[in-house]
């Protein structure tokens, strides 16, 4: 099934304007969801509103409130809340161009893919990512989508462009704030050696691909070997993963270093021994 654009509208810049089309770039992962069940009857368990002193109440006579102090809210009416909800304008002007690394990263907030929406709009919109892609920069905007404002940056990918919204500055903390506790002291010199060659050694291309969610895996295979029983309870030996206890000594940190290092040359010769036998074996099959 095709995906369906989630806003449709033009991209402004000056007196240009170009027709695209917006998609959501990120999907939800295998997440499992669990469900509060009784066990003796196996049915799952249902909520009721309530009110304190009152009992059950019906949800025609549910309004939303904003606690302006302790105690004390402020009630709106489902079409009040309606009734400021900013209009989706099918126009997002660029204001503002940026350097493409002058942005924090704590300010991305979720990435969408940005096409053209007809081969007439494809022109100007090969334009708008070529100049952003000479420029190295990034266009700054504004636009409305379901029913909010959203702050926007804008910017080249490949072929095309990428559209993420941002948080507003009072949705980040400052982290001032947590690292100000955060002594002065120099690292030393030795220890700063190894760790340096330590992360050199492991550089690289980052693949999201090498990467899986362990816990959920580890979820699928523990419901599929219930579901093998019947629903016989599955008894994990407690000492298997068991934690250290407490009260261990604190590992020294140069030879954490050291030992890092060692295990990492232990591993580079065995894979050149490994590359020669391919070698050597590699006449073989063509004689054959």
Known sequence: MAARPIWRGQIRLALVSIPVEIYS???SGAQIQFHQVHEPTGKRIKYEKVVPG???VDRDEIVKGYEVSKGHY???DPEEIESVKLESRKTLDLVQFVDDDGIDPMYFE???YVVPADDLAEEAYVVLRQAL?????IG???MAMRGQEYVVALKPMDRGLVLETLRYADEVNKASGFFRDIGDTKPDPDLLDMASMLIERKAGEFNPADFHNRYVDALKELIAEKQKKKGEKVIQDPDADAAPPKGSNVID???ALKKSLGEDKKKAPAKKA???KESTKAPARKRA
Not at 133 to 137: G, L, S, T
């Open 25 to 27: 770039a990120t999907k």
């Open 54 to 56: 009152h009992g059950p």
């Open 74 to 76: 402020v009630l709106l």
């Open 110 to 112: 979720k990435p969408y």
């Open 133 to 137: 892609k000479d420029a190295k920069k």
């Open 140 to 142: 700054i905007g504004q």
């Open 253 to 255: 940190l140069m030879a």
């Open 274 to 276: 490994a590359s020669k």
